[in-house]
């Protein structure tokens, strides 16, 4: 075995046991077991983002509204349908695949900047739906009065509701199977044409590669595992937000992607974890937690443009 | 019939008549050269007949099948291939990858996300008999933008060429490159030709290159057709000598 691959495999084993063991280890940290949960929900929806901006090079903006559409589409099922948690969770993701799926077809052909500004206003939409509709969203105020479920599938019960390290495990088994199922897709023939569009949008074209529709694809895998993301986001808080539908939050989506690195299958979850941390830590020292994050951003950015797992690899 | 029929293509960009009403027949198995001085639309030719941009009038014909709507992919499936004046690989990914993504797309394997091991050794097996054929095995692992200017104009012919074109397209292959170079380009043009049968049209500027290895050659000047024929009927037209040829052959 080559010296990489094993130093890779490695590095995968070190994350999984990190990630398997954290509710025996976060409070020696001094964190706690939903802290942990958010890193793992954000990490889920910063590594879906990173599908479409560092393995098929196209920028988008407006993750937050497919990581809102699984949200609420969740909240809103649960709290009027039916008080099922897994049911919330289909009907959530499936929303923003909808979603995600039509927008798609409308965009894809646009590039860079064009794009970005695109997805920006289709997330400002759906932000503006849910903070206007009152009656239905809860408006500016978001939706609760409602929560998760314990989930019985007959020969098991899973209490999710009132263990929070059962909730723990119950987040990290969706974002097991999704970061599996993504960086499956990558390694494929698929994945290889991604990388192609990524690396010579011309060239891709010009070996056969219909570039808009496999755009399309990447866009709404991404999107689809941001729509769960926030599916899992909204049984963590119990409680449905617009801001996650905001621009803001897709901001913050590239962040993670970009401070951790997005040429690396892990960054997205080296720089949640970052994210996350400095904003739980730092917001409690001071008010302007965000000048510190945006300090280190733009030190990455300018120093280190492979981020975090960047500066690691050269080392 | 002939596997390249172009029938009267126009563009226009704003005021300039970049490509007047041109017409070019190439049979399979040909290897035709397309020269003429700066500007004379030789690029803009090649871009109407792969598809990179639309003509205003005229209709582009590839083995029987009217491609002119068609996108650049489907004429790629059609059976054409080409390179760009600029070399267009992935400069960052290896050698091995960059033939591994055209062998893959032409097994028609770009939606799978996965492949029994048959189909990966089938894969394997044409990646490595192109880049034993080529000379390029022995830089298998390296990235494509370490390797010489005439390593990366080889790795891009080869990708073109693992798609099992009928018709290859080539802009200037040799522009910017040194004697050894071009020499070796041209040998592997050669060969392309000779030993996989392939029609190719090629854009040159070096003479020497387009007189010996040319079956055809036709002449752009202006956006309009100056001269067409085999290279010694070329070198003889006395309105190519004025326009373009020149002192280089006298």
Redesign the interface.
Known sequence: MKPERSWKLAADALVWLLLLTMPFWIGAVGGYIQLGTLVVVMALAATALNFLIGFTGIMSFGHAAFFGLGGYGAGLTIKYLVPNTLLGMAVGVVTAIVAAAIIGKLIVHLRGIYFAMVTIAFGQIFYFIAFRWNNVTGGDDGLSNWHRMPIHLGFINIDILDSAVTFYYFVLFFFALSLAAMAWALRSPFGRTLLAIRENERRARYLGIPVDNHIWLSWLISCTFAGLAGTLYVLLNNFADPHQLHWEQSGEFVIMAVLGGMRSFWGPLVGATIFIVLQNYVSSMTENWMSFIGLFFVVIVLFFPDGVLGILRKA | MSLLEVENVTKRFGSLLAVDSVSMSVDSGELRAVIGPNGAGKTTFFNLI?GFVRPDAGRIVLDGHDVTGL????R??RGL??T?QIT??????TVG?NL???V???AG???????SGAERLKVRERADELLEWSGLARNVGRAVGELSHGDQRTV?IM??LA?NPRLLLLDEPTAGMGERETYEIAQLIRRLHREKGLAIVLIEHDMRLVLRMADRVMVLDRGAVLANGAPAEIVANEMVQAAYLGKAIA
């Open positions: 792969s996108s650049p992919a489907r790629v499936w291939a080409r760009f267009e690989v992935f400069p960052r990914l990858e591994q993504i055209p893959e797309v032409a394997f770009r939606l799978r996300i996965g492949l891009e990708m073109a798609l």
